[in-house]
């Protein structure tokens, strides 16, 4: 394992909470959160379903009007972030309130929390932000099985890995390909596939096994994988 992800790793299990592990915290609803973040919330697959279906729109019209993407510096895959106005503010925010309040992406759900996903152990890890809070931080105590009761998160356990097992089997195929050998083909087909070809009226897990397969096929008919 390099260094840097050394002290990821030992970060991860520092920060790490436990389900009676308390923090406090209270939204006031203040937007804060959605407003000149340090980093764009990074989206998931699922999170496109989830947004598409409580919108009742395509996945691809999430992925026009709220999002921008790049590829990724260590994955060298497609990666998906909400897309921000001028002014610092997520796309989906309207007058200080969430618009997908309830179909809310992941990222955004555990705040002020943070989750990980272990591919090894396959199970979602939840940490502490330190530093990473912006808005309220006071407020009413929260055990983490509290938290994520209230977002119904546990259910999005098995879909979210589902996506991420995925996503981690695109990773080892296209890290080791150089940036700029990545063709606009092999992008496009990678992008369909990990955020938008996804049916809103079918269930996710199997559509992500469907789209890992068909990737699978694409990687070896183009000698990407053996
Ligand atoms: S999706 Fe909703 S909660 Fe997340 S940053 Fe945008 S407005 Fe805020």
Same mark, same amino acid.
């Given at each position: 394992?390099?260094?840097?992800?050394?002290?990821?790793?030992?970060?991860?299990?520092?920060?790490?909470?436990?389900?009676?592990?308390?923090?406090?915290?209270?939204?006031?609803?203040?937007?804060?959160?959605?407003?000149?973040?340090?980093?764009?919330?990074?989206?998931?697959?699922?999170?496109?379903?989830?947004?598409?279906? +409580?919108?009742?729109?395509?996945?691809? $019209?999430? %992925?026009?009007?709220?999002?921008?993407?790049? /590829?990724?510096?260590? &994955?060298? @895959?497609?990666?998906?972030?909400?897309?921000?106005?001028?002014?610092?503010?997520?796309?989906?925010?309207?007058?200080?309130?969430?618009?997908?309040?309830?179909?809310?992406?992941?990222?955004?759900?555990?705040?002020?929390?943070?989750?990980?996903?272990?591919?090894?152990?396959?199970?979602?890890?939840?940490?502490?932000?330190?530093?990473?809070?912006?808005?309220?931080?006071? +407020?009413?105590?929260?055990?983490?099985? $509290?938290? %994520?009761?209230?977002?119904?998160?546990?259910? /999005?356990?098995?879909? &979210?890995? @589902?996506?991420?097992?995925?996503?981690?089997?695109?990773?080892?195929?296209?890290?080791?390909?150089?940036?700029?050998?990545?063709?606009?083909?092999?992008?496009?087909?990678?992008?369909?596939?990990?955020?938008?070809?996804?049916?809103?009226?079918?269930?996710?897990?199997?559509?992500?096994?469907?789209?890992?397969?068909?990737?699978?096929?694409?990687?070896?008919?183009?000698?990407?994988?053996?």
């Amino acid at each position: 394992m390099d260094t840097h992800r050394e002290e990821l790793v030992n970060d991860i299990l520092r920060n790490k909470l436990s389900p009676t592990d308390t923090f406090s915290f209270s939204c006031r609803e203040c937007g804060a959160c959605c407003r000149n973040r340090a980093t764009p919330v990074m989206l998931t697959g699922l999170d496109i379903y989830r947004i598409a279906k +409580g919108l009742s729109i395509d996945p691809y $019209e999430v %992925l026009t009007r709220y999002t921008t993407g790049y /590829l990724g510096q260590d &994955s060298h @895959a497609p990666v998906v972030v909400l897309r921000e106005r001028l002014d610092g503010s997520c796309s989906l925010l309207r007058k200080g309130k969430c618009t997908v309040h309830s179909c809310k992406p992941i990222a955004c759900a555990v705040h002020p929390i943070g989750r990980v996903i272990d591919l090894t152990q396959k199970k979602s890890i939840y940490i502490r932000q330190p530093g990473g809070y912006k808005g309220a931080v006071d +407020g009413r105590t929260w055990t983490l099985d $509290e938290w %994520l009761d209230t977002w119904n998160l546990k259910e /999005l356990d098995a879909p &979210s890995l @589902a996506w991420n097992l995925m996503a981690g089997m695109v990773a080892e195929v296209m890290h080791p390909i150089k940036l700029e050998h990545i063709g606009r083909d092999v992008i496009w087909e990678l992008y369909q596939h990990m955020y938008g070809d996804y049916d809103v009226h079918r269930d996710f897990i199997p559509q992500v096994e469907e789209n890992s397969e068909t990737l699978r096929q694409f990687f070896k008919s183009h000698k990407m994988l053996k």
